[in-house]
């Protein structure tokens, strides 16, 4: 499959925009240009320059970003997860993220939680940083050479420095439904007439 110009990708759990696509079931690899942008159950935001997304059995099995490469998790309508790197590996269960390996220069920012009520940002920075997830929540993060650790409490720290340099999130631009692709609509089976 070749798609060009303003491509949208719809499914329930995965959404994404790009310039154009490229897809060869000969390696199950679809490749994403210009400015893409893929959401993961809504709240996962994953974006670089150019992205290559290997599918096994219709099911989205890894995610390599290339280049400027930020995932974005939102927590709340003001804070998000941040993960930015050169490349990453993000790796997929069900469709859903359990580890990703940030590569050259790896920052992040997460959000420490006491009685359910946001109250610390701890900012993180190394040559690679590498973490697990297990029911969407950051099980354990490994920091390769030179690690850098800040932790912040968040009353009145101003927005601008919750955010990692080049973070956009593009929330508004994910489609919703699968209507706003394709307005057609499926007839039902004739075969019984």
């Known amino acids: 499959i070749d798609a060009w110009n303003n491509v949208k990708v719809y499914r329930s759990d995965i959404q994404a925009l790009c310039d ?10 679809a490749r994403l240009y210009i400015n893409p942008v893929m959401w993961n159950e809504v709240k996962h935001q994953f974006t670089s320059d150019s992205m290559q997304l290997v599918i096994k059995g219709g099911v989205l099995s890894k995610a390599n970003l290339l280049s400027n490469a930020f995932i974005a998790s ?8 941040q993960i930015k790197g ?4 993000a790796y997929f269960k069900d469709n859903d993220l359990y580890r990703y390996d940030a590569l050259g220069g790896a920052s992040m920012i997460f959000y420490l939680q006491e009685d359910g009520i946001i109250t610390m940002m701890n900012q993180k920075e190394g040559k690679i ?8 929540e950051i099980q354990r993060i490994k920091y390769i ?49």
Not at 149 to 160: F, G, Q, R, S, T
Not at 181 to 190: F, H, N, P
């Open 86 to 89: 050169t490349e990453m590996v």
């Open 129 to 136: 940083i590498s973490a697990r997830i297990k029911n969407r």
């Open 145 to 193: 050479e030179s690690l850098k650790n800040d932790a912040y409490p968040v009353y009145n720290l101003p927005v601008e420095k919750q955010r990692l340099k080049g973070f956009n999130w593009r929330g508004d631009e994910r489609p919703k439904e699968r209507f706003e692709l394709v307005d057609r609509s499926i007839k039902g089976t004739q075969r019984k007439a």
């Open 20 to 29: 154009s696509l490229v897809y060869s079931d000969l390696d199950s690899m």
């Open 74 to 81: 939102q927590e709340d309508t003001l804070h998000y997860n």
